[in-house]
């Protein structure tokens, strides 16, 4: 899709781009329609995006979301502090922040378009999260990610983004 994708397998090589392998079909429908509206941007992206019609697209994301998930490497998943374990299945009320797996579990019952998070780059995951608390990153329904993101300190960005990855080191 972007060249730095693998066009077989859906496992990117890169800590630029996602894995797609595994995503629904939603998921990967919403972003790479966003990048052809402009809702989100990327230099290679939004080009390549432009390019497609919106059948493309529908047949990319199916694609993608019939190939076989990445499945967790035990001796690559890192141990996490309870905060970060707590921010994942429980969130904070105090600071309105809800967990994280209510959304981006698989399976979680959240947004269809929601993107699994398990198993992409830890780089992946810090970049979008600062890009959405920072507001640069905007094509969140509702400015979702933009609020949780921005109540995240910069320690639990890198924890919720280690204990996410998982086999690609």
């Known amino acids: 899709m972007d060249g ?3 066009r077989e397998t859906g496992v990117s090589p890169s800590p630029e781009f996602p894995h797609l392998a595994g995503q ?13 509206t402009g809702s989100r941007t990327h230099p290679l992206m939004t080009d390549l995006a432009k390019a497609l019609d919106e059948s493309t697209i529908a047949d990319v994301a199916a694609y993608y979301a019939g190939q076989p998930q990445r499945n967790p490497n035990p001796v690559t998943l890192a ?6 374990i707590q921010l994942v299945e429980l969130g904070d009320p105090r600071r309105n922040i809800p967990p994280c797996a209510s959304c981006h579990r698989a399976g979680s019952g959240g947004p269809i378009e929601t993107p699994v998070l398990a198993e992409q780059r830890d780089e992946y995951l810090i970049q979008q999260m600062k890009r959405y608390a920072s507001g640069e990153r905007r ?9 949780i993101a921005s ?12 204990y996410y990855r998982a086999g690609f080191r």
């Open 4 to 6: 730095t994708v693998s």
């Open 24 to 36: 629904s079909g939603a998921a990967i429908y919403k972003q790479i329609y966003d990048y052809r």
């Open 79 to 84: 141990e996490a502090p309870s905060a970060i």
């Open 139 to 147: 094509n969140d329904v509702y400015a979702r990610m933009r609020l």
């Open 151 to 162: 109540r995240l300190t910069e320690d639990e960005i890198k924890g919720l983004a280690r």
